[in-house]
């Protein structure tokens, strides 16, 4: 079975720096899919990025970037110019890619903190 | 993307009652995905609900207490039966396939359930 590993509870960022959030998987599948979503608390799911197992470019949206790596199994999210709109709870999660049914597994979750 | 809307938005209820929760997409989709994330916890995967098809449930989750129905490709709906208070979490709907892409997952804005 696949599992996502978060082990950063809570992570603190001050506006305006860069801050990196962790994941980590386990899987025996070639070719999946890796997501990072945002549930700020309005609990609204947002999906942030997300990366195809079978490209090696790092998947970027605006200030948010991930590094990939998959031998080490590794799909690390980069926040670069925090901001206040940013805090929120990151869940990292994973879905095969072999059917449309297949359901996404989500990590525990990291706490994002912005200050001033 | 697709636009997900969720009724109700939250609900305080009796113990021993049931309550149907209502997920509504704007587009059609394939695949429909009731989530339960319990207070401060991760997502868990309900059940996958297909159109025109009984609902595939996970491990951990029965029909007789959590029956869904999908009527057509835009709407589906999740009844809490008999609840106690260790119902109390938020469920979440989530869509995927047709007209969004069938490989990332969009969701509603989750039922806030609180079981007295």
């Known amino acids: 079975a696949q599992t996502v590993t978060q082990s950063q509870p809570e992570m603190s960022v001050q506006e305006a720096e860069t801050v990196t959030l962790s994941c980590t998987y386990d899987?025996?599948?070639?070719?999946?899919?890796l997501f990072w979503y945002k549930q700020p608390p309005s609990r609204q799911m947002i999906l942030v990025i997300r990366?195809?197992?079978?490209?090696?470019q790092n998947a970027t949206e605006n200030r948010f970037s991930v590094n990939f790596q998959k031998a080490a199994k590794s799909f690390s999210l980069k926040i670069s110019d925090s901001q206040l709109g940013d805090a929120a709870m990151y869940f990292c999660?994973?879905?095969?890619?072999?059917?449309?049914?297949?359901?996404?597994?989500f990590g525990t979750g990291t706490r994002l903190q912005v200050t001033l | 993307s697709a636009v997900i809307s969720q009724k109700p938005s939250r609900d305080i209820c009796q113990r021993g009652t049931s309550l149907t929760i209502q997920c509504q997409v704007d587009s059609q989709v394939t695949m429909m995905f009731w989530y339960r994330q319990q207070p401060g916890q991760s997502l868990t995967l309900i059940a996958t609900?297909?159109?025109?098809?009984?609902?595939?449930?996970e491990s951990g989750f029965v029909i007789d207490k959590f029956p869904i129905s999908r009527p057509n490709l835009t709407f589906s709906t999740l009844t809490v039966s008999n609840m106690s208070p260790e119902d109390s979490s938020i469920y979440l709907c989530?869509?995927?396939?047709?007209?969004?892409?069938?490989?990332?997952?969009?969701f509603g804005p989750g039922t806030r359930l609180t079981v007295l």
């Open positions: 990366q195809e197992a079978y490209k090696q």
């Open positions: 899987t025996s599948e070639s070719d999946y899919y």
């Open positions: 999660a994973y879905r095969r890619r072999t059917g449309t049914a297949s359901k996404l597994t």
């Open positions: 609900a297909n159109q025109g098809s009984e609902a595939t449930y």
């Open positions: 989530s869509a995927s396939g047709r007209r969004t892409s069938t490989d990332t997952q969009y």
